[in-house]
């Protein structure tokens, strides 16, 4: 039979959660056996060797593009593309010559490849005085880290890429023009999510996120509002956290973020100034209560996460109301101690949840 291989933590999850359903007798020893059987743990042992060869390629890295930089000036130009494309290629070669037999010291190989291609983007647009934003040049970075990413399967890559792009979306955010080109990457980051670490939900969390910049970027470079801004976002919250609850935590708490953020945009009255009506101000402290109540509400069934928008939401009237009047030194202390209570609350409520759990099973 051929066996799954799987991380050491999900293999002795499988492990002690097979142990757990014989103990109660859901199945015998047999089947508990057959079941750890087909999974085998990945060698991840000795994690600290690939920390290290993971710091030592990113000083390599460094040290090489320090290194171009400081002599730039004294290379010729082809001299330059060569050695930039000899050193990504050399890099990436190496690694995956050494996989099979060092994996970790052949990955490390592949990071510094990975660094000498971004340097090289931004030496080439010097070298030949491309002016192009300067986001665009971690578009690119991104988008030649994604193929290397997939052929690897590389978690590492595959977040710096998503960091990569997460820098791009920001420095081009209201920049000039829809950005196609930022939504075909992150379409792309998607189906290699699917296709090589399927689904991971940490990856998509950060998906979810970049698609919600470029969201934002499309409402503003097509003229909208601030309130239809938050107002889009505070409704994608709502579809995440109820619409595909079915399909994981993540979402649900994702999209409470969403709504929480929002919502805490959408009690300040500036936000309503667009309406017709003659009173935002009004029409913000209604949506302030009723985002209070909500989120009051779904703290008693036990999401944590509501109860810290439960406590923004006091603080953030807190120092709306009396920043401007109360004397510093009393505004502080009396902040500091909400942030205590609020702190206070938040941990015990986490043990009520961790008590509640231990009885469940």
């Known amino acids: 039979m051929k066996r799954k291989t799987i991380g050491s933590a999900s293999y002795r999850f499988i492990k002690n959660e097979t142990a757990y359903l014989e103990r109660i ?23 600290y060797i690939r920390i290290i060869l993971t710091i030592g390629s990113i000083l390599v890295g460094l040290g090489i593009i320090s290194f171009i930089a400081s002599n730039w000036q004294q290379i010729g130009n082809a001299l330059k593309l060569s050695v930039l494309a000899s050193g990504f290629l050399g890099f990436a070669w190496a690694g995956r010559v050494l996989e099979k037999e060092y994996p970790r010291t052949g990955r490390s190989l592949s990071y510094i490849s990975v660094l000498v291609f971004g340097a ?30 997939y052929v690897l399967k590389d978690k590492l890559l595959f977040l710096f890429a998503h960091g990569l792009l997460l820098i791009h979306s920001l420095g ?40 919600a910049v470029w969201v934002l970027d499309l409402i503003y470079e097509l003229q909208g509002s ?43 009255k500036g936000i309503w100034s667009d309406m017709p009506w003659e009173f935002p101000g009004e029409a913000a402290v209604i949506f302030g209560i009723a985002l209070m109540a909500y989120f009051l509400a779904d703290t008693r069934k036990g999401h944590i996460s509501s109860l810290v928008f439960v406590c923004l939401l006091i603080f953030r009237y807190y120092v709306d109301s009396f920043y ?25 409520m986490r043990k009520r949840e961790g008590i509640k759990n231990e009885e469940r099973s």
């Open 25 to 47: 007798e859901v199945i015998d020893h047999e089947t508990g056996v057959r079941i750890v059987d087909a999974y085998q743990p990945r060698g991840e042992g000795m994690n």
């Open 120 to 149: 090289g983007i931004f030496l080439v647009e010097q070298m030949y005085n491309i002016s192009i934003h300067f986001s665009k040049s971690f578009l690119l970075w991104s988008l030649g880290t994604l193929p290397m990413a």
């Open 172 to 211: 081009n955010f209201d920049y000039q023009g829809i950005a196609c080109d930022f939504a075909a990457v992150l379409i792309l980051l998607y189906a290699i999510n699917r296709l090589a670490f399927e689904n991971r939900e940490y990856f998509m969390f950060v998906e979810n996120i970049l698609a």
């Open 226 to 268: 601030d309130l239809l801004a938050a107002g889009v976002i505070f409704a994608s919250g709502i579809f995440m956290k109820y619409a595909l609850s079915s399909h994981g935590d993540m979402f649900v708490l994702e999209g409470n973020l969403f709504l929480g953020f929002s919502g805490l945009a959408l009690t300040y």
């Open 324 to 348: 401007d009047f109360m004397p510093k030194s009393m505004f502080f202390i009396i902040g500091g101690l909400m942030l205590i209570a609020f702190g206070y609350w938040f941990e015990r």
